[in-house]
């Protein structure tokens, strides 16, 4: 019983303090910028940045799930561009690349050369232009599927719009 009634006391001056500076100016002021952030709409890179979130936990089963659809998309690839190529391996790495350039959406002067440089390097693998679609198409059905009701028309279309983005600047 003792104990009870001093955490009791000390739960009462805990939320008295802050109810106080709840209701302080600051507090007041806190409080209205929060409202307004939740009132405002997500943009296109919050979008990304958000459903990325979810499956980016275990980049190397995304790339395992994005080879796979890639190479149903395109049969004719592993026998191709990745007849020599450790896929496993290839698929974490451009899951990495992918989160990469998520992290660095808001950063076009980061981003930006490396995409150039990655393109150049895709150039001497034998990527071609025609590869380009089928990839984003692979990443996007990926993205659908693990991400699940949270991929709905406003995240898919942010994601055309940085695949797009991505692919002409490669």
């Known amino acids: 019983a003792p104990a009870e009634k001093a955490w009791k006391a000390t739960y009462e001056t805990i939320q008295a ?7 302080s100016p600051r507090g007041r002021e806190l409080a209205a910028a929060f409202k307004k952030r939740q009132a405002a709409p997500e943009s296109p890179a919050d979008t990304v940045r958000r459903t990325w979130a979810i499956v980016s936990g275990d980049l190397p089963s995304m790339g395992a799930d994005f080879y796979q659809e890639l190479f149903s998309l395109a049969p004719d690839l592993p026998k191709t561009l990745f007849k020599h190529v450790d896929v496993k391996a290839q698929g974490l790495r451009t899951m990495q690349t992918v989160d990469t350039a998520v992290r660095l959406l808001d950063k076009p002067s980061e981003l930006v050369p490396a995409l150039v440089a990655l393109g150049e390097r895709h150039a001497g693998y034998g990527t071609e232009a025609a590869h380009y679609p089928v990839v984003g198409q692979a990443l996007l059905t990926v993205l659908k599927r693990r991400v ?13 719009a940085t695949y797009e983005t991505i692919q002409a600047t490669m």
């Open 17 to 23: 303090t802050m109810l106080g500076a709840a209701d």
């Open 148 to 160: 699940g009701a949270g991929f709905d028309a406003p995240a898919e279309k942010a994601w055309k």
